[in-house]
Protein backbone atom coordinates (compact mmCIF):
# COMPACT_ATOMS: atom_id res chain seq x y z
CA UNK A 1 0.00 0.00 0.00
CA UNK A 2 1.17 3.90 -1.16
CA UNK A 3 1.76 6.19 2.33
CA UNK A 4 3.59 9.43 2.42
CA UNK A 5 5.68 8.72 6.24
CA UNK A 6 7.14 11.89 8.24
CA UNK A 7 9.96 10.65 10.21
CA UNK A 8 11.55 13.31 11.99
CA UNK A 9 14.91 13.24 13.58
CA UNK A 10 15.68 11.20 10.82
CA UNK A 11 19.50 12.77 10.88
CA UNK A 12 19.97 11.65 14.46
CA UNK A 13 21.37 8.31 15.72
CA UNK A 14 17.79 6.21 15.96
CA UNK A 15 16.25 8.10 13.26
CA UNK A 16 18.98 7.70 10.81
CA UNK A 17 18.37 4.00 11.40
CA UNK A 18 14.89 4.17 11.30
CA UNK A 19 14.87 6.11 7.71
CA UNK A 20 17.23 3.48 6.53
CA UNK A 21 14.58 0.91 7.11
CA UNK A 22 11.90 2.06 6.13
CA UNK A 23 13.22 3.27 2.64
CA UNK A 24 14.94 0.14 1.69
CA UNK A 25 12.15 -2.39 3.15
CA UNK A 26 9.22 -0.30 2.10
CA UNK A 27 9.74 1.08 -2.06
CA UNK A 28 6.34 2.20 -2.37
CA UNK A 29 5.98 4.04 0.65
CA UNK A 30 7.40 8.05 0.31
CA UNK A 31 9.86 8.82 3.30
CA UNK A 32 10.14 12.48 4.10
CA UNK A 33 12.69 12.73 6.66
CA UNK A 34 12.17 16.01 8.51
CA UNK A 35 15.35 17.63 10.70
CA UNK A 36 16.88 20.66 11.61
CA UNK A 37 20.49 19.56 12.03
CA UNK A 38 21.54 20.46 15.38
CA UNK A 39 24.66 19.01 16.33
CA UNK A 40 23.50 15.63 16.79
CA UNK A 41 22.11 15.64 13.04
CA UNK A 42 24.47 14.63 10.15
CA UNK A 43 23.59 13.65 6.86
CA UNK A 44 26.53 11.43 6.38
CA UNK A 45 24.50 9.11 8.53
CA UNK A 46 22.26 8.61 5.70
CA UNK A 47 24.53 8.83 2.64
CA UNK A 48 24.00 5.36 1.22
CA UNK A 49 20.56 6.03 1.00
CA UNK A 50 20.10 9.61 -0.23
CA UNK A 51 19.84 9.42 -3.89
CA UNK A 52 16.83 6.72 -3.23
CA UNK A 53 13.38 7.51 -5.42
CA UNK A 54 11.23 7.13 -2.33
CA UNK A 55 13.28 9.37 0.09
CA UNK A 56 13.05 13.12 0.38
CA UNK A 57 14.73 15.94 2.94
CA UNK A 58 13.21 18.45 4.77
CA UNK A 59 15.61 20.63 6.68
CA UNK A 60 13.00 21.91 9.18
CA UNK A 61 12.82 22.88 13.35
CA UNK A 62 9.68 21.19 14.53
CA UNK A 63 9.81 24.39 16.68
CA UNK A 64 8.75 26.36 14.28
CA UNK A 65 5.40 26.32 14.16
CA UNK A 66 4.26 27.96 10.65
CA UNK A 67 7.13 26.06 8.42
CA UNK A 68 5.66 22.66 9.99
CA UNK A 69 1.95 23.24 9.09
CA UNK A 70 2.92 24.15 5.64
CA UNK A 71 5.10 20.93 5.48
CA UNK A 72 2.39 19.25 6.64
CA UNK A 73 0.17 20.75 4.22
CA UNK A 74 2.26 20.22 1.39
CA UNK A 75 2.60 16.05 1.55
CA UNK A 76 -0.81 15.45 4.30
CA UNK A 77 1.05 12.16 5.60
CA UNK A 78 -0.94 9.54 6.57
CA UNK A 79 1.64 8.83 9.04
CA UNK A 80 4.38 10.22 11.43
CA UNK A 81 7.43 8.40 13.59
CA UNK A 82 8.14 11.71 15.93
CA UNK A 83 12.17 11.05 17.42
CA UNK A 84 13.36 14.40 16.48
CA UNK A 85 14.16 15.44 20.38
CA UNK A 86 17.03 17.08 22.34
CA UNK A 87 18.53 13.76 23.45
CA UNK A 88 21.27 13.76 26.34
CA UNK A 89 21.08 13.99 30.29
CA UNK A 90 24.18 16.57 30.43
CA UNK A 91 23.11 18.72 27.82
CA UNK A 92 19.48 18.88 29.36
CA UNK A 93 21.58 19.96 32.91
CA UNK A 94 23.52 22.70 30.94
CA UNK A 95 19.88 24.26 29.02
CA UNK A 96 16.89 22.67 30.51
CA UNK A 97 14.97 25.35 27.80
CA UNK A 98 16.26 23.90 24.93
CA UNK A 99 14.79 20.23 25.90
CA UNK A 100 11.36 22.13 26.88
CA UNK A 101 11.16 24.03 23.46
CA UNK A 102 12.11 21.01 21.35
CA UNK A 103 10.33 18.19 23.32
CA UNK A 104 7.90 19.74 24.51
CA UNK A 105 6.71 22.69 22.29
CA UNK A 106 8.24 21.00 19.02
CA UNK A 107 6.15 17.51 19.84
CA UNK A 108 3.18 19.82 20.71
CA UNK A 109 3.52 21.59 16.95
CA UNK A 110 3.42 17.99 15.23
CA UNK A 111 0.45 17.02 17.24
CA UNK A 112 -1.37 20.17 16.34
CA UNK A 113 -0.13 19.68 12.11
CA UNK A 114 -1.15 15.99 12.51
CA UNK A 115 -4.59 17.18 14.27
CA UNK A 116 -5.04 19.59 11.20
CA UNK A 117 -4.74 17.91 8.35
CA UNK A 118 -6.61 14.42 10.19
CA UNK A 119 -9.23 16.17 11.89
CA UNK A 120 -12.04 14.67 8.76
CA UNK A 121 -10.76 11.37 9.10
CA UNK A 122 -8.36 9.47 10.93
CA UNK A 123 -9.09 6.18 9.79
CA UNK A 124 -5.98 4.58 8.98
CA UNK A 125 -3.31 7.45 10.02
CA UNK A 126 -0.69 7.28 12.89
CA UNK A 127 1.27 9.44 15.25
CA UNK A 128 4.01 7.08 16.54
CA UNK A 129 6.00 8.93 19.62
CA UNK A 130 9.51 7.59 20.36
CA UNK A 131 10.19 7.65 23.58
CA UNK A 132 12.92 6.50 26.64
CA UNK A 133 12.27 4.65 29.83
CA UNK A 134 14.04 7.57 31.78
CA UNK A 135 10.07 8.32 31.97
CA UNK A 136 9.91 6.28 34.95
CA UNK A 137 12.71 7.60 36.91
CA UNK A 138 14.89 5.35 38.77
CA UNK A 139 15.22 1.58 40.07
CA UNK A 140 16.86 0.44 42.94
CA UNK A 141 18.53 -2.72 42.58
CA UNK A 142 15.08 -5.17 42.21
CA UNK A 143 12.61 -4.39 39.82
CA UNK A 144 11.56 -3.52 35.94
CA UNK A 145 9.83 -0.74 34.21
CA UNK A 146 6.04 -2.01 32.72
CA UNK A 147 3.87 0.35 30.37
CA UNK A 148 2.10 0.36 33.68
CA UNK A 149 5.14 2.31 35.81
CA UNK A 150 3.94 6.04 37.14
CA UNK A 151 5.94 8.72 35.39
CA UNK A 152 8.61 9.79 37.60
CA UNK A 153 11.26 11.59 35.45
CA UNK A 154 14.21 13.14 37.27
CA UNK A 155 16.46 14.91 34.81
CA UNK A 156 15.36 18.07 32.64
CA UNK A 157 15.38 15.37 29.71
CA UNK A 158 13.52 12.72 30.82
CA UNK A 159 10.96 15.36 32.38
CA UNK A 160 10.51 16.65 28.80
CA UNK A 161 10.14 13.50 27.55
CA UNK A 162 7.30 12.63 30.26
CA UNK A 163 5.59 15.70 29.24
CA UNK A 164 5.65 15.10 25.48
CA UNK A 165 4.16 12.22 25.67
CA UNK A 166 1.78 13.15 28.10
CA UNK A 167 0.65 15.52 25.15
CA UNK A 168 0.31 12.67 22.88
CA UNK A 169 -2.03 10.65 24.97
CA UNK A 170 -3.97 14.11 25.85
CA UNK A 171 -4.53 14.47 21.71
CA UNK A 172 -5.73 10.60 21.59
CA UNK A 173 -8.03 11.17 24.60
CA UNK A 174 -9.51 14.72 23.64
CA UNK A 175 -9.29 14.81 19.80
CA UNK A 176 -9.00 10.86 18.88
CA UNK A 177 -5.65 11.30 17.74
CA UNK A 178 -4.18 7.69 16.52
CA UNK A 179 -1.23 7.06 18.67
CA UNK A 180 1.41 4.31 19.72
CA UNK A 181 4.40 5.15 22.00
CA UNK A 182 7.27 2.86 22.76
CA UNK A 183 9.57 3.55 25.63
CA UNK A 184 12.85 2.61 24.91
CA UNK A 185 16.35 2.06 26.79
CA UNK A 186 19.58 3.01 25.89
CA UNK A 187 20.62 2.40 22.98
CA UNK A 188 24.15 1.58 21.34
CA UNK A 189 25.59 1.42 17.50
CA UNK A 190 27.11 3.08 14.78
CA UNK A 191 26.66 7.09 14.13
CA UNK A 192 26.06 7.47 17.71
CA UNK A 193 27.11 10.62 18.30
CA UNK A 194 30.32 10.88 20.82
CA UNK A 195 29.08 12.81 23.68
CA UNK A 196 26.77 9.54 25.36
CA UNK A 197 28.73 6.68 27.28
CA UNK A 198 29.67 4.43 24.52
CA UNK A 199 30.65 6.35 21.64
CA UNK A 200 32.70 8.73 23.77
CA UNK A 201 34.31 6.15 25.46
CA UNK A 202 35.52 3.96 22.31
CA UNK A 203 36.54 7.36 20.82
CA UNK A 204 38.70 8.64 23.73
CA UNK A 205 40.40 4.91 24.28
CA UNK A 206 41.55 5.49 20.16
CA UNK A 207 42.95 8.43 21.38
CA UNK A 208 44.01 7.93 24.61
CA UNK A 209 42.53 10.20 26.63
CA UNK A 210 41.29 9.62 30.02
CA UNK A 211 37.74 7.73 30.51
CA UNK A 212 35.48 9.94 32.77
CA UNK A 213 33.16 7.55 34.71
CA UNK A 214 30.38 9.32 36.72
CA UNK A 215 30.52 8.27 40.53
CA UNK A 216 31.31 5.20 41.60
CA UNK A 217 30.33 4.01 38.04
CA UNK A 218 27.94 1.64 39.76
CA UNK A 219 24.95 2.70 37.55
CA UNK A 220 23.28 0.71 35.69
CA UNK A 221 21.76 0.67 31.86
CA UNK A 222 20.12 -2.12 29.92
CA UNK A 223 21.72 -1.24 26.22
CA UNK A 224 19.77 -1.99 22.87
CA UNK A 225 21.66 -2.85 19.44
CA UNK A 226 20.08 0.62 17.36
CA UNK A 227 18.89 -1.64 14.42
CA UNK A 228 16.88 -3.34 16.73
CA UNK A 229 15.24 -1.28 17.98
CA UNK A 230 14.41 -0.36 14.18
CA UNK A 231 13.04 -3.31 13.89
CA UNK A 232 10.73 -2.65 16.79
CA UNK A 233 9.66 0.93 15.78
CA UNK A 234 8.56 -0.92 12.13
CA UNK A 235 6.90 -3.52 14.28
CA UNK A 236 4.91 -1.75 16.43
CA UNK A 237 4.12 1.22 13.87
CA UNK A 238 2.73 -1.69 11.64
CA UNK A 239 1.53 -3.81 14.35
CA UNK A 240 0.77 -2.03 17.52
CA UNK A 241 -2.52 -1.32 18.90
CA UNK A 242 -4.21 2.15 18.49
CA UNK A 243 -3.81 4.23 21.77
CA UNK A 244 -1.30 2.05 23.72
CA UNK A 245 2.54 1.67 24.93
CA UNK A 246 5.00 -0.66 24.26
CA UNK A 247 8.25 -0.85 26.42
CA UNK A 248 11.67 -2.08 24.44
CA UNK A 249 14.78 -2.77 25.65
CA UNK A 250 17.74 -4.99 25.57
CA UNK A 251 17.45 -7.63 27.97
CA UNK A 252 20.59 -6.67 28.91
CA UNK A 253 22.03 -4.70 31.98
CA UNK A 254 25.15 -3.23 32.80
CA UNK A 255 27.06 -1.62 35.28
CA UNK A 256 28.80 0.85 33.83
CA UNK A 257 32.34 0.35 35.09
CA UNK A 258 31.90 -3.43 34.11
CA UNK A 259 30.89 -2.05 30.67
CA UNK A 260 33.65 -0.17 30.33
CA UNK A 261 36.26 -2.35 31.30
CA UNK A 262 34.91 -4.85 28.66
CA UNK A 263 35.14 -1.92 26.09
CA UNK A 264 38.91 -1.57 27.29
CA UNK A 265 39.39 -5.33 26.65
CA UNK A 266 38.05 -5.25 23.11
CA UNK A 267 39.79 -2.05 22.09
CA UNK A 268 43.39 -3.57 23.71
CA UNK A 269 42.31 -5.88 20.79
CA UNK A 270 41.78 -3.85 18.35
CA UNK A 271 44.67 -1.36 18.82
CA UNK A 272 47.15 -4.07 19.37
CA UNK A 273 47.50 -2.75 23.08
CA UNK A 274 48.70 -5.47 25.64
CA UNK A 275 45.21 -6.49 27.86
CA UNK A 276 44.91 -3.90 30.62
CA UNK A 277 46.39 -1.00 29.09
CA UNK A 278 43.14 0.77 28.28
CA UNK A 279 41.71 -0.09 31.55
CA UNK A 280 44.57 2.84 32.97
CA UNK A 281 42.63 5.55 31.03
CA UNK A 282 39.62 4.82 33.61
CA UNK A 283 39.41 8.30 35.57
CA UNK A 284 36.22 8.36 38.21
CA UNK A 285 35.14 12.27 37.79
CA UNK A 286 32.11 13.95 40.09
CA UNK A 287 28.76 12.56 39.43
CA UNK A 288 26.01 14.00 37.27
CA UNK A 289 23.70 15.44 39.20
CA UNK A 290 20.14 13.68 40.12
CA UNK A 291 22.05 10.47 38.58
CA UNK A 292 19.33 8.19 38.20
CA UNK A 293 21.27 4.44 39.64
CA UNK A 294 19.55 2.10 37.39
CA UNK A 295 16.76 1.67 34.09
CA UNK A 296 15.91 -2.20 33.34
CA UNK A 297 12.82 -2.64 31.42
CA UNK A 298 10.54 -5.69 31.12
CA UNK A 299 9.48 -6.06 27.28
CA UNK A 300 6.90 -8.65 27.76
CA UNK A 301 4.21 -7.31 26.31
CA UNK A 302 6.23 -6.13 22.66
CA UNK A 303 7.24 -9.81 22.65
CA UNK A 304 4.19 -11.55 23.38
CA UNK A 305 1.84 -9.15 20.87
CA UNK A 306 4.04 -8.26 18.51
CA UNK A 307 6.95 -11.12 18.45
CA UNK A 308 9.66 -8.55 19.23
CA UNK A 309 13.20 -9.84 20.22
CA UNK A 310 16.62 -8.31 20.03
CA UNK A 311 18.08 -10.09 17.47
CA UNK A 312 22.11 -9.33 17.95
CA UNK A 313 23.58 -10.42 20.96
CA UNK A 314 25.32 -7.52 23.10
CA UNK A 315 28.53 -9.25 22.44
CA UNK A 316 27.86 -9.38 18.60
CA UNK A 317 26.62 -5.39 18.57
CA UNK A 318 29.60 -4.50 20.26
CA UNK A 319 31.78 -5.74 18.01
CA UNK A 320 29.59 -4.47 15.10
CA UNK A 321 30.06 -1.35 17.11
CA UNK A 322 33.50 -0.78 17.65
CA UNK A 323 34.55 -2.48 14.22
CA UNK A 324 32.02 0.49 12.91
CA UNK A 325 33.94 3.46 15.28
CA UNK A 326 37.19 1.97 14.30
CA UNK A 327 36.59 1.87 9.92
CA UNK A 328 34.76 5.67 10.68
CA UNK A 329 37.04 7.82 11.63
CA UNK A 330 36.59 10.47 8.73
CA UNK A 331 32.98 10.76 10.72
CA UNK A 332 34.36 10.81 14.17
CA UNK A 333 36.79 13.48 13.30
CA UNK A 334 34.17 15.32 11.72
CA UNK A 335 31.67 15.57 14.07
CA UNK A 336 34.24 15.87 17.19
CA UNK A 337 35.58 18.93 15.29
CA UNK A 338 34.17 22.52 16.40
CA UNK A 339 31.66 23.02 18.94
CA UNK A 340 32.07 19.38 20.48
CA UNK A 341 35.85 21.25 21.64
CA UNK A 342 33.85 23.70 23.67
CA UNK A 343 31.09 20.75 25.08
CA UNK A 344 33.99 18.80 25.89
CA UNK A 345 35.84 21.15 28.10
CA UNK A 346 32.80 22.65 29.44
CA UNK A 347 31.15 19.28 30.42
CA UNK A 348 34.98 17.52 31.75
CA UNK A 349 37.50 20.00 32.93
CA UNK A 350 37.79 20.66 36.63
CA UNK A 351 35.44 18.09 37.42
P1 LIG B 1 20.02 12.25 18.55
O1 LIG B 1 20.33 13.37 19.48
O2 LIG B 1 21.11 11.41 18.01
O3 LIG B 1 19.22 12.82 17.28
C1 LIG B 1 18.19 13.75 17.39
C2 LIG B 1 17.88 14.28 16.00
O4 LIG B 1 16.82 15.23 16.13
C3 LIG B 1 19.06 14.99 15.33
O5 LIG B 1 19.16 14.61 13.98
C4 LIG B 1 18.70 16.47 15.45
O6 LIG B 1 19.22 17.26 14.38
C5 LIG B 1 17.17 16.40 15.41
N1 LIG B 1 16.57 17.56 16.08
C6 LIG B 1 16.86 18.04 17.32
N2 LIG B 1 16.13 19.13 17.58
C7 LIG B 1 15.34 19.34 16.49
C8 LIG B 1 14.35 20.29 16.16
N3 LIG B 1 14.05 21.29 17.00
N4 LIG B 1 13.73 20.17 14.97
C9 LIG B 1 14.03 19.18 14.12
N5 LIG B 1 14.98 18.26 14.36
C10 LIG B 1 15.62 18.33 15.53
O7 LIG B 1 18.94 11.37 19.32
P2 LIG B 1 18.70 9.79 19.31
O8 LIG B 1 19.57 9.18 20.32
O9 LIG B 1 18.73 9.30 17.91
O10 LIG B 1 17.21 9.73 19.87
C11 LIG B 1 16.10 9.80 18.98
C12 LIG B 1 14.82 9.70 19.79
O11 LIG B 1 14.80 8.48 20.51
C13 LIG B 1 14.66 10.82 20.82
O12 LIG B 1 13.30 11.20 20.85
C14 LIG B 1 15.06 10.16 22.13
O13 LIG B 1 14.41 10.75 23.22
C15 LIG B 1 14.61 8.73 21.89
N6 LIG B 1 15.35 7.70 22.63
C16 LIG B 1 16.71 7.65 22.56
C17 LIG B 1 17.40 6.63 23.23
C18 LIG B 1 18.90 6.51 23.15
O14 LIG B 1 19.48 5.65 23.81
N7 LIG B 1 19.59 7.30 22.35
C19 LIG B 1 16.68 5.67 23.95
C20 LIG B 1 15.28 5.75 23.98
C21 LIG B 1 14.62 6.76 23.30
P1 LIG C 1 24.46 8.26 28.70
O1 LIG C 1 25.09 7.56 27.54
O2 LIG C 1 24.59 9.75 28.81
O3 LIG C 1 22.93 7.81 28.72
P2 LIG C 1 21.78 8.08 29.85
O4 LIG C 1 22.29 8.99 30.88
O5 LIG C 1 20.69 8.69 29.04
O6 LIG C 1 21.45 6.72 30.37
O7 LIG C 1 25.06 7.65 30.04
C1 LIG C 1 24.99 6.26 30.31
C2 LIG C 1 25.56 6.03 31.68
O8 LIG C 1 26.97 6.37 31.67
C3 LIG C 1 24.96 6.93 32.75
O9 LIG C 1 24.88 6.20 33.98
C4 LIG C 1 25.95 8.07 32.89
C5 LIG C 1 27.29 7.39 32.61
N1 LIG C 1 28.31 8.28 32.01
C6 LIG C 1 29.59 8.37 32.60
O10 LIG C 1 29.87 7.73 33.62
N2 LIG C 1 30.49 9.20 32.01
C7 LIG C 1 30.22 9.94 30.89
O11 LIG C 1 31.09 10.70 30.43
C8 LIG C 1 28.92 9.80 30.30
C9 LIG C 1 28.55 10.58 29.07
C10 LIG C 1 28.00 8.96 30.89
Not at 132 to 151: A, I, K, N, R
Not at 174 to 188: A, G, L, R
Amino acid sequence: MKKTLLITGGAGFIGSHVVRLFVTKYPDYKIVNLDALTYAGNLENLKDIQDAPNYIFEKADITDEATINSIFAKYNFDGVIHLAAESHVDRSIIDPNAFIRTNVMGTANLLNAARTIWKDNMEGKRFYHVSTDEVYGSLGEEGFFLETTPYDPQSPYSASKAASDHFVRAYGNTYHMPFVITNCSNNYGPNHFPEKLIPLFINNIRNNKPLPVYGDGKYTRDWLYVVDHARAIDMVFHGGRNGETYNIGGFNEWQNIELVKLMCREMDKRLGRQEGESEKLISYIKDRPGHDRRYAIDATKINKELGWYPSVTFEEGLRITIDWYMANEEWLNHVTSGDYKKYYENQYTHR
